[in-house]
Structures are given as C-alpha cells and as structure tokens.
C-alpha cells in the first residue's frame, strides 16, 4: 500500500511529506522510501501558528480559517508529494500541533493538532487517518512520543543496544536493546528529552531580525564557546529531573523561556557565536543527562534523526560528550533522518486503516493499555479534489 505521511513540528518549518510503499502485518513491516520533500509555510500563515503557539489569543471564527488554511496546506503536499508516482491509497497526517499539555493526574493529558482530516480527505479524494495522539491520551497518556514503535519495527539490531534521537523543535528518544537481549520488551522506554532545534532556531532568528530562520550546519554556533555554568544553572529546571514518561512543547521551552535564558546570560557578556554554542550545549547536555539518568544502561550506539541530525556542531558535540557510544544518522542505517517523522506517521496511518494494530507503547507515553491511533476519515465523493475555503 501507498502511504503519504505528513506532519509539521513545532519548529514550524514547514509541512514534511512522505510518500511511501508499505507491506507486511503488525510489527513485521517492510517500508520501501519513494520520495520526501518540505513544503514551507507562507510567512504570514507561519507567524500566525508560531504565535497562538505561544499563546496568542483567537476568536472562534479566527480559529476556524486557521484550521482550512493549514488542512488546506496539507492537501496541497499530499497532492505534491505524489507527482511522478503512482497514486497513494493513503494519507497518514499528524497535522501542526499548537497546544500540548502533559497529564497531571487524576487530569488527562490535552494535545490539539490544526488541519482538519476530514477536510484533506476531501480535498485530495483519499482517505485519511488524522488525530493521532488522543487515543494515547484517553488511556491516560502522554500522546507523545508516538514513533517509539516505529523504531521498534525499523530501526533494532540483533546485538547491539540503540538509541533513536530525534532532534526536531523538541527532542525524543527511543531505547532500543538488542534483539538478542532476554529481558528486551522490559527495557524499551522513550521520552522528550527537552529542546531540540526550538531555542536555537529563536535565537537565530532574533540576531538576523528575521533573515535567517536556522544557524545551517551549526557553523555559526560552531565559531563560539558554550558558556558551562549557564548550561548547568538551566539544566536545573523541573523538566530535567522529572521521571518518564514525559512530553514537552512550545509551552514550556519557547519565547518566553529563551527570554529567560537572555536574562540569565547578561551577566556573561557572550558573543553571538557564543551565545548559539551555549543553547546547543543545552541540547547536547539534555540528551546525555536524561540518558544518564533514566537509561537501564548507555546505548551502543545513537541514531540521529530529525532537522537536528543536520546540525554538524551539535553532532559533534554530542558524540564529544558520548564518547564510548558511536553516534550515526538513520540514513547511515537505512532509514531517511529527514523525512523519518512523516514515515512514522505513514506507519500509524497503515496500522490503524489496514490492521487495526496498536501503534503506542504504553511503556513509553505512559498509557494504561495499547490503542490503535487515529481517526479515520473518508473523502465524500469519488474524484475528491474538493477546494477548501
């Protein structure tokens, strides 16, 4: 089967799609990689979703043509991504999350994704499967991180012991044991691990009033020094200490906590280049803190993924600071790290048309039980390509 897989992160960067061909049952799958490609946002649509993510008020109304404007951003790349290839039988879409809130019991947990699945299914004629956190979050999950079984199914090794690590807007990783490993389903847990690309693609964007909206390859961070004893003052937040399963967004590491972070480096005089080198030293020091504290044992191996996997600096920094652990990109194991995120969604979206399987790990969101994802819409007329106004 012919899967498109769509999502934009919380970098906001643009919609990732993924068109893939799918075989097998369950956990037995064979994903063969067609194409992927990043379609951006328009400028003003981008800063409109950047700002009710950090919590810019809307009317109900104004909510509403958000919502068509990015379903109708998504159907255009459903419909792109397919140019040259057979048609997809399939569209898997996560959507732009906007709002995540961690359960705190006896309360679940509330995520809310834009780009309605009912509207792409019409306007693309094919069904789709959207809505993909909340049946994680009624069983009392976290709804996040959703790939951990992905990776379960694509990315495990016979003998050695993996971590996936991706690095979008937030980072989340996969603990993977070897196949070999008597005790293995016992030992798999995942997390976010904090900020990823967010703080720094920020504070990027406030030194170039706006011109650039990423530091590319890490080279500018790469020219200064990370200020230490701030890394450790902010590796102090709550965030970091708490036990998983856990799960993070904009709420927690966007503006308003780089605003802070500015505040609490005014006493360093740090250069541009320096203040970049230090909040990708968070990133860096955010995973290995969190596999220090809450892996049964270091991985063999890291598996980056993700926009972050392209950070040349941050790469190197973190193998720097794993230094018995060997760090690689998923492209160097087979799988595309760029695209990785829409492929996952393309799975759920199989799971859960084809097999009704069960795409969470309830050991990693923290649910109670095991739930096949995603709401399942189907487009109203034969030929689709319905216009979304």
Known sequence: MRVVGLISGTSVDGIDAALVDIEGMDSDLQVNFLAGETYPYAEDLRAQILA????????MEEFARLDRAIARQFSLAAQNIQRDHSPAHLIGSHGQTVFH????PPSLGYSLQLGRGELIAHATGLP???????????????????????????????????????????????YLPARARAERETLICGWD???????????????????QTYDSE??????????????????????????????????????????????????YSLSEADWLATLTELTVASIVRSYQA???????????????????YLKQRLQAQLASTT????????????????????????????LAFAGNLPQVTGA??????????????????????
């Not at 009710?52 to 009317?59: A, K, Q």
């Not at 691990?193 to 011109?211: C, F, K």
């Not at 709401?375 to 689709?384: A, K, L, N």
């Open 101 to 104: 809130q961690p359960p705190s």
């Open 368 to 389: 109670k039980q095991s739930k096949a994802l995603g709401d399942v819409h189907y487009p109203t007329t034969e030929t689709g390509q319905l216009e979304i106004k």
């Open 128 to 174: 789709v499967v959207s809505n993909l956190r909340a049946a994680d979050i009624a069983a009392g999950g976290q709804g996040a991180p959703l790939v951990s079984k992905i990776d379960l199914c694509l990315l495990g090794h016979q003998s050695t012991d993996r971590c996936v690590q991706n690095i979008g807007g937030i980072g989340n990783v996969t």
């Open 218 to 267: 890490g080279s500018w961070a790469a020219q200064g020094t990370p200020c230490d004893p701030l890394v450790r003052q902010w590796l102090k937040q709550d965030f970091f200490q708490q036990k998983p399963p856990k799960s993070t967004g904009r709420e927690l590491f966007g503006q308003t906590y780089l605003q802070q972070c500015q505040k609490d480096a005014t006493v």
């Open 294 to 312: 809450f892996l049964p044992q270091m991985p063999d191996e890291v598996l980056l993924c993700g926009g972050g996997s392209r950070n040349t």
């Open 193 to 211: 691990t904090g900020p990823g690309n967010m703080l720094l693609d920020l504070a990027v964007q406030q030194l170039t009033n706006g011109r």
């Open 52 to 59: 009710v993510g950090e919590g810019e008020p809307l009317s």
């Open 327 to 354: 760090v690689l990109t998923t492209d160097e194991v087979g799988l595309n790290s760029e695209f990785k995120e829409a492929i996952a969604f393309a799975v759920l979206a199989y799971w859960k048309f084809e």
